[in-house]
């Protein structure tokens, strides 16, 4: 078993998304999956991920639910989060940038990007 340094969490309703993006992390950190929302929420506080990837637009909870949550949550408003999203339209990342997220990628993910934008937001 390999000892990982930092645990990163990605939130996506697509298992496709979810493998690409974990094929990208894998060799540098502990990767946990989950498929929406309400899991990622109940599992943010046992799991104690350093770097939360987390889908902008997903069925049960939107990604913005998830982040507005985790910010009323004391011990989950300090984790670090970077939007997933398949929006490239301005006014949209206009709005995913006012919740001040630690970084966003857009779909599909270019491997340099997230493993970029995760190193940004573990040294926040």
């Known amino acids: 078993m390999k000892e990982y340094e930092k645990r990163i969490?990605?939130?996506d309703d697509s298992p496709i998304m979810l493998r690409n993006i974990k094929s990208i992390l894998d060799q540098k950190y502990e990767v946990l999956l989950t498929t929406s929302g309400r899991q990622a929420l109940k599992a943010i506080p046992e799991k104690k991920p350093d770097?939360?990837?987390l889908d902008y637009k997903m069925p049960d909870l939107d990604g913005k639910t998830v982040f507005e949550e985790m910010q009323k949550d004391e011990y989950m408003k300090d984790i670090p989060v970077i939007?997933?999203?398949s929006?490239?339209?301005s006014d949209m990342i206009k709005s995913i940038l006012r919740l001040k997220?630690?970084?966003y990628i857009l779909k599909p993910?270019?491997?340099n990007k997230v493993?970029?934008?995760i190193q940004?937001?573990?040294k926040k």
């Open 9 to 11: 969490m990605l939130v």
């Open 115 to 117: 493993l970029e934008t």
């Open 83 to 85: 939007f997933l999203t």
């Open 87 to 89: 929006v490239s339209d």
């Open 109 to 111: 993910p270019d491997k």
């Open 101 to 103: 997220p630690a970084g």
């Open 120 to 122: 940004n937001a573990l």
């Open 51 to 53: 770097v939360v990837v």
